[in-house]
């Protein structure tokens, strides 16, 4: 009776803790769209990102050998995506 109640328990908190490292994780979808920015005096249009097959960036329809959400990543930190 013991086991069944220790196998129990265990199973029980794998699977909360399987769950919880899921909670703080952004889910983007297959496509995002970034606004228009600056950078060092130039203006850089408007882009839609999507994720190829193989998780590597589609930028404006030409896929770059650039992880989607690595690719994301960085723009977020000069404009806004969504």
Known sequence: MKTFILVGTVISSVTVLACSSDEGEKTRGSCTSCDSYQFQGETH???MVCKSKNGNSIVDGVEIRTDYDAYVD????VTSCN
């Open 74 to 77: 960085s723009l977020e930190k």
């Open 45 to 47: 249009p408007a882009v």
